[in-house]
Structure formats: structure tokens, C-alpha cells
């Protein structure tokens, strides 16, 4: 039996990860007019980020679009006519139409290919906590695990797979209609830096503001050390930013060596994730213990 695991952009799968058992469906975005599917054209992430730093309106930012059924349909189709079973994670319903048209993608391809399997999962996550619940699931995969054993894990495990991370910019999330303009403008003024996560259900909930970027940056780290599993039980933990390249090396020494994870890597957020956290954002993705804070008021027990 042969099985492919695929995903879409939105989990930022570094291509060093992208092994021959995983599809990332590309997804476009359009900039000041000028489209880019993603794959022949695109941007450099410093091109990217230097657009949303100086986008002064909503008009002057990337936009992005979900993908279609018809457009799913057309992933799948040849990875089922290659006589592959299929394993969808999928990204958050709570952030995009996406994971609902890939399920109607799906059930048209078990009508189309009756001989073949396809589950669609929804991840619960968005960005490399999408990406590491891939890559987990690759990884059992490698090691001989089958489609049903893969599925039970996928359903299991994205339970742990979670993020924590910081915004730099605020007046990017009133651009894109994330917060008010006077919370942006105030939030600017007085260093406010919002700590977010991605909570069991799939929503980003802020947790926590900090005055200054070297506040928001400790007291993330003390998200990890309150939540993350420990170091031997790690696989892989995602240092994952937004053209900020110095946060996530410091961000990433120190998970080293005061935690002791050996498994550690550097992701970009691509131009998808991107479009709605700008530049500057910096996060840490790991097994987590739960994906449940005190102040979360978005989760009904």
C-alpha cells in the first residue's frame, strides 16, 4: 500500500522536511494587483516582509485566498491516480473555509476512485503546528506504521502539537481588521506585544501583553516551559518567525540549552501565515502538555 500525506501551504513545511511521502498544496496570494501562485512565482520572505512593513492601507497588503473544491480536486486526482491512499491534514476550520472544501474535495475522490482511501484531519493548527503534526505523522509512516495506524495517530497526537508566539507589529493586525485602531495605535505607542496561541480547538486567543519585545520574548519562554513537553520527548521543535531572524536564534539557544532539546529548527512563515501576522513575529511550535490556558474564554467545556 502506497500513502501520501499532504497539506497546504499554511503549514510551512521547510522543504528539507518535504520528504517523497508529502504534498503541500500550494496556495496563492496577490500583491498591489500582481498574483503569485507560490510555486513559479514568488516572493523572497525579505521581499514579502519589506511589503508589510511599509503597507500604510489594507489595499497595500498581500491578500490571500482559500482553497477551492475544485482546486483540491485537482491536488488529489493524481496522487489517487498514482495509486496512492491519502492522509489530509488539514488546516483550521476556525481560521479558513479550507478544511470544508477539502472535505467535499474528498468525498467526490472516494465517488471518483473507489478503491482508494482518503481522510481528510483537520489539525486543529495553522503555520509549522500544522507542519509538525505532518512531519510526526511522516515520520511513523517511515517507520511502518499503516493508513489506519497513521489516521489513529494524527488524531491523537495533533492534541499536543501547539504554538505560542508574538506579534511585533500592531498595527498590521488593524490593517487587517484584527484589532481597532485605537488598540493598534495605542499599542504601538506604549511597546504593547501581544502573546498569542493556538488553543485546542484550533483559534489563535491571546494570552498575555507584555510592554516591550524583550518582555514578550521571556515571557514566552516561560509558555514553554510551563507547557512543553520534556526535551527527551520532543521530535522536533519549530523555531518559527517572520523575517526576525535574531528573536528566533535567541529564542532557539536557549530552548537548547536550558531545556536540553537537541532537535531544534529555524521556520519561515510563508507568504499565506504571513498575510495576517506581519513581519516580526516570532514563536516557538513543540508537543505541548495541553492546549488549554486559565484565560482562554473562547473554549466551552
Same mark, same amino acid.
Given at each position: ?7 497546504? %501551504? ?10 517523497? &511521502? ?13 498574483? @503569485? ?19 500604510? !492601507?489594507?489595499?497595500?497588503? #498581500? ?21 496512492? +491512499? ?7 476550520? %476556525? ?24 481522510? *481528510?484531519?483537520?489539525?486543529? %493548527?495553522?503555520?509549522?503546528? =500544522? ?5 510526526? *505523522?511522516?515520520?511513523?509512516? =517511515? ?25 511585533? +507589529? ?17 499599542? +504601538?505607542?506604549?511597546?504593547?506585544? #501581544?502573546?498569542?496561541?493556538? &488553543?485546542?480547538?484550533? $483559534?489563535? *486567543?491571546?494570552?498575555?501583553? =507584555?510592554?516591550?519585545? $524583550? ?14 513537553? #520534556? ?27 536550558? @531545556?536540553?532539546?537537541?532537535? !531544534? ?23 505541548? $502538555?495541553?492546549?488549554?490556558?486559565? &484565560?482562554? $474564554?473562547?473554549?466551552?467545556?
Amino acid at each position: 500500500m502506497k500513502i501520501m500525506i499532504t497539506a497546504e %501551504a499554511t503549514s510551512d513545511l521547510p522543504e528539507s522536511l518535504v520528504t517523497p &511521502n508529502i504534498t503541500i498544496f500550494p496556495m496563492g496570494y496577490t500583491v498591489k494587483g500582481k498574483a @503569485y501562485d507560490g510555486v513559479e512565482t514568488k516572493l523572497t520572505p525579505k521581499e514579502f516582509y519589506d511589503i508589510c512593513r511599509t503597507a500604510k !492601507t489594507k489595499e497595500d497588503l #498581500p491578500q490571500t485566498t482559500m482553497i477551492t473544491a475544485y482546486q483540491a480536486e485537482e491536488y488529489f486526482r493524481p496522487i489517487l491516480k498514482a495509486g496512492y +491512499d491519502v492522509i489530509h491534514i488539514g488546516f483550521t476550520k %476556525a481560521l479558513s473555509g479550507t478544511y470544508d472544501q477539502m472535505c467535499m474535495a474528498a468525498e467526490t475522490m472516494r465517488k471518483e476512485f473507489p478503491d482508494r482511501k482518503i481522510t *481528510v484531519i483537520e489539525s486543529y %493548527a495553522a503555520s509549522f503546528v =500544522q507542519g509538525l503534526l505532518v512531519y510526526l *505523522v511522516d515520520q511513523k509512516l =517511515q517507520e511502518g506504521a499503516s493508513y489506519d495506524e497513521l489516521v489513529d495517530y494524527a488524531n491523537e497526537i495533533k492534541h499536543h502539537c501547539g504554538g505560542y508566539f508574538t506579534i511585533d +507589529d500592531m498595527k498590521h493586525l488593524y490593517r487587517t481588521g484584527r484589532a481597532s485602531k485605537t488598540q493598534a495605535f495605542l499599542g +504601538d505607542a506604549l511597546q504593547i506585544k #501581544p502573546i498569542l496561541y493556538i &488553543n485546542k480547538v484550533g $483559534k489563535l *486567543v491571546p494570552v498575555s501583553k =507584555q510592554i516591550s519585545h $524583550k518582555k514578550a520574548m521571556k515571557t514566552m519562554l516561560e509558555y514553554y516551559d510551563k507547557q512543553a513537553l #520534556p526535551a527527551e520527548e520532543q521530535k522536533l521543535v519549530g523555531i518559527v518567525h517572520a523575517d526576525a531572524t535574531e528573536d528566533a536564534l535567541m529564542i532557539e539557544k536557549i530552548i537548547k540549552e536550558k @531545556y536540553g532539546v537537541k532537535n !531544534t529548527m529555524l521556520v519561515d512563515v510563508g507568504p499565506v501565515i504571513g498575510s495576517h501576522v506581519g513581519a516580526g513575529m516570532v514563536a516557538f511550535v513543540a508537543l505541548l $502538555k495541553e492546549k488549554v490556558e486559565p &484565560n482562554d $474564554k473562547s473554549i466551552q467545556e
